[in-house]
């Protein structure tokens, strides 16, 4: 009971350490139709200032997991929480040129690098049965960009610009001293050895990782597409304020972080599979019917949040299917590249749709691209794992032999 209890109490903690650190991660998209028409900024210009933190807190992700391996989540939590306070200050203190704000936007990347930290910390502390529950509810902390949609415009418009980023910095701070004073690793955790490149390295030339990096691109890639670049995109599209679009991007995040547990769960219960592939065919067909750019009431809210829905599924799947295929002490090392994948996944997009529109005023073949993109992972989710018959553990013979 007591042991109980303490997951619990990890699971709580590792959680809000996500939040806060994605809370921190998404500031700036809320914020880019006003800082594109303070600065005059074109469409491609806007696309990239919400798309370049997503850079540092993808590829950032690849050591932070390999550290964690090392370190621990004890050390690792508190130290990315407190890293990413500079960036953080920076935007919100000196953020008033086009420059500066790509250069504070990058480094607030650090933020999303909490995600590498606390998949291989949740995993080691439950048992393989509920480990794709557990690191779902984990996941749920990609929820600190829907705190940051629906708390940003409205802090800035109230306090002035520097509000929401001292706040958040304040809680940052907070989360550093508790982490480190109340998060414990697993009994009986061992530190990996070695370089961390040396095994990052090794980790990327496994199949298995390759393979799962292609279906958490699209599937947690999607979501941090739509999370930065919906409210430009409700605004282009739709020609809705930059409030209303900030409210309606934070309801597609709820339901995405309310799905990915779900996605976890369904995994543990089912196979994860089964649950991708279905996951993956669904956001096929919204995104072909987002693309039509039919009206936004109901055609384009059902799309939306069906979209949100099945990425949020797929999100939490993904990593049940990790914990099944990799062997625990490698599980750091796998999500820092998985969770990089992920991250770049919702790079790409951002440019592209700023591209296009800027070309045509329109998004439609964006949302096609996605369609297509998306049915093509559902065909190769099923061809590369199977039929969702592996086995339940995440034994190394596993990993090279089925997902192989």
């Known amino acids: 009971m007591a042991e109980e209890s303490q997951r619990t109490r990890m699971l709580v903690l590792a959680t809000a350490g996500f939040l806060i650190c994605f809370w921190a991660w998404a500031l700036i998209s809320p914020l880019a139709p006003a800082y594109a028409k303070e600065l005059g900024l074109s469409a491609v210009q806007q696309s990239l200032l919400v798309a370049v933190p997503v850079v540092v807190g993808s590829l950032g992700r ?66 393989p049965a509920r480990r794709g529950t557990a690191i779902g509810i984990f996941g749920a902390g990609m929820g600190g960009t829907a705190v940051s949609a629906f708390t940003t415009v409205a802090i800035a418009d109230t306090w002035g ?15 550093a ?24 390295w090794t980790t990327f030339k496994r199949p298995v990782a390759l393979k799962l990096s292609l279906l958490y691109a699209i599937g ?60 993956f065919l669904g956001v096929a067909a919204l995104a072909g019917l987002a693309s039509l750019e039919l009206a936004l009431i109901p055609v384009g809210t059902v799309a939306f949040l069906g979209l949100a829905a099945f990425l949020g599924g797929a999100s939490g799947a993904v990593f049940a299917l990790v914990s099944r295929l ?22 790409i997009p951002p440019l592209v749709m700023g591209v296009i529109y800027s070309r045509s005023h329109d998004y439609s073949l964006g949302l096609a691209l996605l369609a297509l993109v998306s049915l093509g992972t559902a065909v190769f989710t099923w061809r590369a794992f199977g039929t969702g018959r592996a086995r339940h553990t995440g034994a190394a013979a596993t990993a090279g032999g089925t997902a192989s």
């Open 326 to 347: 990799v062997e625990p002490p490698q599980v750091g090392a796998v999500t820092g590249i998985v969770g990089a994948a992920g991250g770049l996944g919702g790079f």
């Open 220 to 279: 947690f890639g999607g979501f941090v597409a739509f999370s930065v670049y919906l409210p430009t995109y409700l605004v282009n599209a739709f020609g809705l304020t930059r409030g209303d679009a900030a409210l309606r991007t934070a309801g597609f995040v709820v339901l995405a972080v309310a799905m990915r547990p779900v996605g976890g769960w369904i995994s543990d219960k089912w196979h994860p599979v089964p649950v991708l592939a279905v996951c």
């Open 62 to 127: 690849i050591p932070v997991g390999a550290l964690t391996d090392r370190l621990g989540a004890r050390t690792m939590f508190p130290a990315v929480a407190a890293l990413t306070i500079v960036p953080v200050l920076f935007v919100g203190l000196a953020g008033t040129s086009y420059a500066a704000l790509l250069v504070g936007g990058f480094f607030l990347g650090i933020g999303g690098t909490a995600f590498a930290v606390g998949v291989p910390f949740v995993n080691a502390w439950f048992p």
């Open 161 to 175: 610009r520097a509000a929401p980023f001292v706040l958040v910095a304040v809680v940052l701070a907070v989360y």
């Open 177 to 200: 001293v508790v982490a480190r004073l109340l998060l414990r690793d697993a009994p009986g955790r061992v530190p990996a050895t070695g370089s961390f490149m040396a095994r990052a």
